[in-house]
């Protein structure tokens, strides 16, 4: 159920019209193939061509979004930026004639056309799947920039609150539980569910509370909560990061891709 | 290192120094203390010492500018003021000290405004303090002036156990401000003279505590309340449950269903903060609205929009969650409050970063802030209703311009005694070095906060550079729409 809110459109009506530009292409790819022979560089072949390369002229201006806001909000940006992307590989697609491409250049831009594609898409389905299980699943936001400030934070609370503490809680609170205080540990498994392994891990804290003396089982319920709190920024550290890491799989790529592009048009061009 | 603002700085620290609390004998000889029983005089004036100060101006100084807002009352003690009652310039920017000699305007001087003379035991500056509204008219020394400042608690003290002046201050509410007042409410704005005359001398003024109830549903309404200052609640019983349908603010009225119907209060009224109300009998308001025919129209809409949003609550108790949220957290203040989607937000700081490159590298709000379910309320400006952190600039450099949204801060005068700052409740502003120094060596501070991107055709920068549409402003005036988009 999530999955399919995280994949459902924001604005239903701008992806309903893509999806009719989008088959409009592949009905005038279909009429220009029943009318005879298709060549990329004439007539709808090359059509699609240029379709594809100022779609991907546009999506590279992305990164310009701010000052053009006198134009259009951001929002309007992204948005455009999503949709017009999606259809330049369609429009590569068609203007390759939906086949493997001969030569070199044309395959690797083809190639490169679907990668910055399937990660601009991945990118858009982590940024509406990540927020909202951040959100929901932890009370605790902060910044990405501050996690390590607070961690250290919360490591100095729980060794104030441990002072006077019994031997059997002090030692397994040196041995074990500082220790994973002190140091992020991100983790994939944050990415299907915020609250992963938080049961387990508080688990030995929870069983030691059975053999230590009164005092020291506020103490437990304290380091509890700190626990629970350094749990959420480990889920914080690797999904923010993740959030604005996958973008080292979209964006270099897509500066090679419009390289390769302006190539291809000169080279087009010029014989 | 900035020699204007040196200068600035320098009276307002030489006048901080004499900003001690006054003298207790110097206090009990005065007329205004003379009000207050003898056996409890000695408490009151140890309770209000630390609000009250005297200050000394030389002729031509500058006590209060129009425009400016105040907490302050001010009583005579020696020598003469002058009232400026009509400036011939509405003041946009005072790049002074308050008690410094004013600057002279070539229109003010060619165009002088009609001026009124204050003397020993005259009052000043109560009623923008009590509403929190701007001071209306620039005050300034006539003659040598000695003056007593008290500000809002001591003058609450004093009205408390002094019914005297209570009575003072409310006649001169009533001659002076009230028709104006009743004029302003739309519900009053096409009632004859003749009528408003009427309601003026027969409304009651009361003040409330925070918290205090004003109505309980279910008892019988006998009157008509108009909030002249402060907020108030307006909630309904569901179930034993307090939900909050609306608020009151200043301006808005209640109790016009008691006129209408003769019937119970439909919901319980209580004061959120120290609020000023207008009160007027169920009788005189009735007979008023009977020779009024528009007046009539206006209350029965009022009553069915009212009655409307109290089913709809009822029927829909998580409707005023938001509502109750608002009252609790102060965003009622507020008349453009950012706030955050976190369900959509992406953490990418492009809100901070265009709020940046607005501020010339520097971002007036912090993306952290109090958390409401998937809503964030960032530390950002709420250009609140009333502003208190207008209060007490020495230098005139924080300011709203009249009939605009946005609280500014000019740089150029900001002298960094940060005032302002801890002012804000919220603690929506912060001081910042500039890199510079100050004569005595330590960093050169300025206050910084959000101005709505003044002057930016596009909005503010936050809002407009959100690639997910996240960030948006809100007006918690319009609960319909807080609603709507916080839902």
Same mark, same amino acid.
């Given at each position: 159920?999530?999955?399919?809110?995280?994949?459902?459109?924001?604005?239903?009506?701008?992806?309903?019209?893509?999806?009719?530009?989008?088959?409009?292409?592949?009905?005038?790819?279909?009429?220009?193939?029943?009318?005879?022979?298709?060549?990329?560089?004439?007539?709808?072949?090359?059509?699609?061509?240029?379709?594809?390369?100022?779609?991907?002229?546009?999506?590279?201006?992305?990164?310009?979004?701010?000052?053009?806001?006198?134009?259009?909000?951001?929002?309007?940006?992204?948005?455009?930026?999503?949709?017009?992307?999606?259809?330049?590989?369609?429009?590569?697609?068609?203007?390759?004639?939906?086949?493997?491409?001969?030569?070199?250049?044309?395959?690797?831009?083809?190639?490169?056309?679907?990668?910055?594609?399937?990660?601009?898409?991945?990118?858009?389905?982590?940024?509406?799947?990540?927020?909202?299980?951040?959100?929901?699943?932890?009370?605790?936001?902060?910044?990405? %920039?501050?996690?390590?400030?607070?961690?250290?934070?919360?490591?100095?609370?729980?060794?104030?609150?441990?002072?006077?503490?019994?031997?059997?809680?002090?030692?397994?609170?040196?041995? %074990?539980?500082?220790?994973?205080?002190?140091?992020?540990?991100?983790?994939?498994?944050?990415?299907? %569910?915020?609250?992963?392994?938080?049961?387990?891990?508080?688990?030995?804290?929870?069983?030691?509370?059975?053999?230590?003396?009164?005092?020291?089982?506020?103490?437990?319920?304290?380091?509890?909560?700190?626990?629970?709190?350094?749990? %959420?920024?480990?889920?914080?550290?690797?999904?923010?990061?993740?959030?604005?890491?996958?973008?080292?799989?979209?964006?270099?790529?897509?500066?090679?891709?419009?390289?390769?592009?302006?190539?291809?048009?000169?080279?087009?061009?010029?014989? | 290192?900035?020699?204007?603002?040196?200068?600035?700085?320098?009276?307002?620290?030489?006048?901080?120094?004499?900003?001690?609390?006054?003298?207790?004998?110097?206090?009990?000889?005065?007329?205004?203390?003379?009000?207050?029983?003898?056996?409890?005089?000695?408490?009151?004036?140890?309770?209000?010492?630390?609000?009250?100060?005297?200050?000394?101006?030389?002729?031509?100084?500058?006590?209060?500018?129009?425009?400016?807002?105040?907490?302050?009352?001010?009583?005579?003690?020696?020598?003469?003021?002058?009232?400026?009652?009509?400036?011939?310039?509405?003041?946009?920017?005072?790049?002074?000290?308050?008690?410094?000699?004013?600057?002279?305007?070539?229109?003010?001087?060619?165009?002088?405004?009609?001026?009124?003379?204050?003397?020993?035991?005259?009052?000043?500056?109560?009623?923008?303090?009590?509403?929190?509204?701007?001071?209306?008219?620039?005050?300034?020394? @006539?003659?040598?002036?000695?003056?007593?400042?008290?500000?809002?608690?001591?003058?609450?003290?004093?009205?408390?156990?002094?019914?005297?002046?209570?009575?003072?201050?409310?006649?001169?509410?009533?001659?002076?401000?009230?028709?104006?007042?009743?004029?302003?409410?739309?519900?009053?704005?096409?009632?004859?003279?003749?009528?408003?005359?009427?309601?003026?001398?027969?409304?009651?003024?009361?003040?409330?505590?925070?918290?205090?109830?004003?109505?309980?549903?279910?008892?019988?309404?006998?009157?008509?309340?108009?909030?002249?200052?402060?907020?108030?609640?307006?909630?309904?019983?569901?179930?034993?449950?307090?939900?909050?349908?609306?608020?009151?603010?200043?301006?808005?009225?209640?109790?016009?269903?008691?006129?209408?119907?003769?019937?119970? @209060?439909?919901?319980?009224?209580?004061?959120?903060?120290?609020?000023?109300?207008?009160?007027?009998?169920?009788?005189?308001?009735?007979?008023?609205?009977?020779?009024?025919?528009?007046?009539?129209?206006?209350? @029965?809409?009022?009553?069915?929009?009212?009655?409307?949003?109290?089913?709809?609550?009822?029927?829909?108790?998580?409707?005023?969650?938001?509502?109750?949220?608002?009252?609790?957290?102060?965003?009622?203040?507020?008349?453009?409050?950012?706030?955050?989607?976190?369900?959509?937000?992406?953490?990418?700081?492009?809100?901070?970063?265009?709020?940046?490159?607005?501020?010339?590298?520097?971002?007036?709000?912090?993306?952290?802030?109090?958390?409401?379910?998937?809503?964030?309320?960032?530390?950002?400006?709420?250009?609140?209703?009333?502003?208190?952190?207008?209060?007490?600039?020495?230098?005139?450099?924080?300011?709203?311009?009249?009939?605009?949204?946005?609280?500014?801060?000019?740089?150029?005068?900001?002298?960094?005694?940060?005032?302002?700052?801890?002012?804000?409740?919220?603690?929506?502003?912060?001081?910042?070095?500039?890199?510079?120094?100050?004569?005595?060596?330590?960093?050169?501070?300025?206050?910084?906060?959000?101005?709505?991107?003044?002057?930016?055709?596009?909005?503010?920068?936050?809002?407009?550079?959100?690639?997910?549409?996240?960030?948006?402003?809100?007006?918690?005036?319009?609960?319909?729409?807080?609603?709507?988009?916080?839902?």
């Amino acid at each position: 159920m999530r999955i399919v809110a995280a994949t459902r459109p924001k604005k239903p009506r701008v992806f309903a019209a893509t999806l009719g530009v989008a088959l409009l292409l592949v009905a005038l790819h279909g009429f220009g193939l029943s009318r005879g022979r298709f060549d990329p560089g004439r007539g709808l072949g090359l059509l699609f061509g240029v379709v594809a390369a100022a779609g991907y002229v546009f999506a590279a201006a992305y990164p310009w979004r701010r000052r053009a806001s006198r134009l259009a909000p951001a929002r309007v940006w992204t948005q455009a930026h999503v949709y017009l992307g999606s259809l330049a590989f369609l429009a590569a697609l068609l203007h390759a004639g939906l086949a493997r491409p001969q030569g070199l250049v044309a395959t690797a831009l083809l190639l490169l056309s679907g990668w910055t594609t399937l990660t601009g898409l991945l990118g858009t389905a982590l940024q509406k799947w990540i927020p909202s299980r951040l959100t929901e699943g932890l009370r605790v936001e902060v910044l990405l %920039e501050r996690i390590e400030e607070l961690r250290a934070r919360l490591v100095a609370d729980a060794d104030a609150r441990m002072a006077g503490a019994g031997e059997v809680l002090s030692r397994h609170y040196r041995q %074990e539980l500082r220790p994973k205080l002190a140091r992020p540990m991100p983790a994939w498994s944050y990415l299907i %569910e915020v609250r992963a392994g938080r049961e387990q891990t508080l688990e030995p804290l929870r069983r030691l509370a059975g053999f230590v003396p009164a005092a020291d089982k506020t103490r437990i319920d304290d380091l509890t909560g700190l626990h629970i709190e350094k749990l %959420e920024l480990d889920a914080h550290l690797t999904l923010q990061r993740l959030l604005r890491g996958w973008l080292v799989l979209h964006a270099p790529p897509s500066g090679v891709l419009l390289g390769l592009v302006a190539f291809h048009v000169f080279t087009g061009l010029w014989y | 290192m900035n020699a204007p603002k040196e200068q600035l700085r320098r009276e307002y620290e030489g006048r901080l120094r004499l900003l001690v609390p006054g003298d207790a004998a110097e206090l009990k000889r005065l007329p205004l203390l003379e009000l207050v029983p003898p056996r409890i005089r000695d408490s009151v004036v140890a309770k209000i010492r630390p609000y009250a100060h005297f200050l000394d101006f030389a002729p031509g100084q500058v006590v209060v500018a129009a425009g400016e807002y105040s907490d302050s009352v001010y009583a005579i003690v020696r020598g003469a003021a002058v009232v400026a009652l009509e400036p011939a310039q509405p003041v946009t920017r005072r790049a002074q000290m308050k008690g410094s000699p004013p600057p002279k305007p070539a229109a003010a001087s060619a165009a002088p405004g009609r001026v009124q003379t204050l003397g020993a035991g005259d009052l000043f500056g109560d009623r923008s303090a009590l509403s929190r509204f701007s001071v209306s008219a620039t005050v300034s020394a @006539w003659t040598p002036l000695r003056v007593l400042r008290l500000r809002l608690p001591a003058l609450r003290m004093l009205t408390a156990v002094a019914p005297e002046l209570r009575r003072t201050l409310d006649q001169r509410y009533r001659d002076e401000t009230l028709s104006q007042q009743l004029r302003r409410v739309g519900l009053f704005a096409e009632v004859d003279e003749a009528a408003i005359a009427r309601l003026r001398e027969q409304a009651e003024l009361m003040s409330l505590s925070p918290g205090q109830l004003l109505a309980r549903e279910g008892t019988l309404a006998d009157s008509f309340y108009l909030v002249r200052g402060g907020y108030l609640k307006v909630s309904v019983d569901v179930g034993g449950a307090d939900l909050a349908v609306t608020y009151l603010r200043p301006g808005d009225f209640a109790g016009e269903t008691a006129i209408l119907f003769d019937q119970r @209060w439909p919901f319980t009224l209580q004061a959120v903060e120290h609020a000023e109300l207008v009160r007027l009998a169920r009788e005189d308001m009735a007979a008023v609205a009977g020779d009024q025919p528009r007046l009539n129209d206006r209350l @029965w809409q009022e009553a069915l929009a009212r009655l409307k949003t109290r089913g709809a609550v009822a029927r829909n108790p998580v409707a005023s969650e938001y509502l109750q949220m608002a009252i609790e957290t102060g965003l009622v203040h507020g008349e453009s409050v950012l706030l955050i989607d976190l369900t959509t937000c992406t953490r990418c700081d492009d809100c901070v970063q265009a709020c940046a490159d607005t501020h010339g590298g520097q971002p007036v709000f912090i993306r952290e802030g109090k958390r409401y379910r998937n809503w964030l309320v960032p530390t950002a400006c709420y250009q609140c209703t009333d502003p208190v952190c207008l209060v007490d600039c020495p230098t005139g450099a924080i300011r709203r311009s009249v009939g605009t949204l946005e609280v500014t801060i000019d740089p150029a005068t900001c002298i960094g005694c940060s005032n302002c700052a801890t002012r804000c409740p919220w603690d929506n502003i912060v001081m910042v070095e500039t890199g510079g120094a100050r004569a005595d060596g330590k960093p050169e501070e300025v206050a910084v906060k959000c101005d709505l991107c003044r002057g930016r055709a596009e909005g503010p920068a936050c809002v407009s550079s959100c690639p997910h549409g996240s960030a948006v402003r809100l007006s918690f005036k319009d609960m319909d729409k807080v609603r709507s988009v916080l839902r």
